[in-house]
């Protein structure tokens, strides 16, 4: 997901955190994920009867094709409805942005002869086509202001206008302390319409970041968004958008410091996230990086939802590889393709950071 507008992409980062990663040790890092590792164990992805039976009950109603576009309207609208009470009402946002000229801005980024896997073609986000589709594009960022209102309530009460932008800074946060350099060449995969890869410029600011997609509505309205931030700024910047799929990006092998998939791995079966990974291997250059922020499978909070038979139907509404990912133990898939034991740090009460390096 991304953020919105010139104004929120404006984040408050400190200038001395911006600037430089703390190194740490390879020992530090080992101890870092035994201890996360020992209190996470494989019965929590498994999950308990109760959580079993929950998403049992949620994937059978979700066959029934009259529920699932039931509960996929019924959660926009909830998400609709949360945007104007904390502030950030949908249709004054959205009638300004369907006045561009979009389908002409899209035939300049599409690549035609990409062909879309499978998993990408299916009712996602609660709407028919998926990210592929303008609907999907020019929503994205009130949507990810909208979701991430609650995360940092661990009741999920809450509501914080900011939570999305506190969300993706503390991923960065978090992430720097477990690099061990500045990055110099960023790939942002899944990167939406570029609130993750303005973040990640943002916070190394002489990098120079590509965010990658496959959806061309979504590189699209992020090259709306640079041309946007460029001339507020007044100067081009290290910032580029290509169409292209996260599991074969096409960019050069062994050119990159860092790879980042920022709120991914959820939205993918299992498959593609181990493309993913494998990759962003053929990215990285030795001892490059591989960050990682996504939701705790392990969390208590994560936990309770899934549990809760109507906030996991409301959930599963927008989010059909969930489980998938919830049982898949990403950090195990992490070492066997060729990285160090990734560290991990808290980013909210729902979310995780992970960092491992190229071997």
């Known amino acids: 997901m991304a953020v919105s507008s010139m104004a929120a992409l404006a984040l408050p980062f400190s200038l001395a955190t911006r600037i430089r990663c703390n190194v740490i040790s390879t020992e530090s890092q080992q101890q870092t994920f035994s201890a996360t590792n020992e209190a996470s164990s494989s019965s929590a992805l498994e999950g308990t009867p109760a959580m079993n039976l929950a998403t049992g009950v949620v994937n059978s109603l979700f066959s029934f094709k009259p529920f699932f576009r039931f509960a996929s ?51 996602f986000h609660a709407y028919d086509n998926g990210n592929l589709s303008w609907d999907a594009a020019l929503e994205v960022e009130l949507a990810a202001k909208s979701v991430h209102a609650n995360v940092f309530d661990p009741k ?4 914080d206008p900011n939570g999305d932008v506190r969300l993706r800074e503390s991923y960065h946060e978090k992430m720097c302390t477990m690099l061990k350099c500045t990055p110099r060449a960023v790939v942002d995969i899944g990167c939406a319409t570029g609130l993750s890869t303005f973040g990640l410029h943002q916070y190394f600011p002489d990098a120079t970041v590509i965010g990658v997609d496959l959806s061309p509505y979504f590189v699209t309205v992020a090259n709306y968004r640079l041309k946007e931030h460029s001339e507020a700024l007044g100067q081009k910047l290290p910032v580029h958008f290509m169409h292209a799929a996260g599991e074969y990006t096409g960019l050069p092998s062994g050119a990159f410091d860092l790879v980042s998939l920022c ?97």
């Open 73 to 123: 309207a019924t959660a926009r609208q909830m998400l609709i409805r949360r945007g104007t009470e904390i502030g950030h009402p949908w249709d004054p946002e959205l009638c300004k942005l369907r006045l561009h000229d979009w389908d002409s801005a899209l035939k300049v980024v599409q690549d035609n002869d990409l062909e879309y896997p499978e998993y990408y073609l299916k009712p």
């Open 156 to 159: 999920r009460k809450e509501l």
């Open 263 to 359: 709120l991914v791995c959820h939205e993918l079966p299992r498959s593609a996230t181990k493309q993913i990974i494998e990759e962003a291997q053929r990215l990285l250059k030795p001892g490059g990086a591989l960050a990682i922020m996504e939701m705790n499978p392990y969390s208590s909070s994560l936990q309770r939802m899934v549990n809760n038979v109507f906030a996991f139907t409301a959930f599963k509404a927008t989010e059909p590889y969930f489980d998938d990912y919830r049982t898949f133990g990403l950090e195990n898939a992490i070492e066997s393709l060729g990285f160090s034991s990734p560290i991990q740090a808290e980013s909210s009460p729902s979310h995780r950071t992970l960092v491992a390096h190229k071997n």
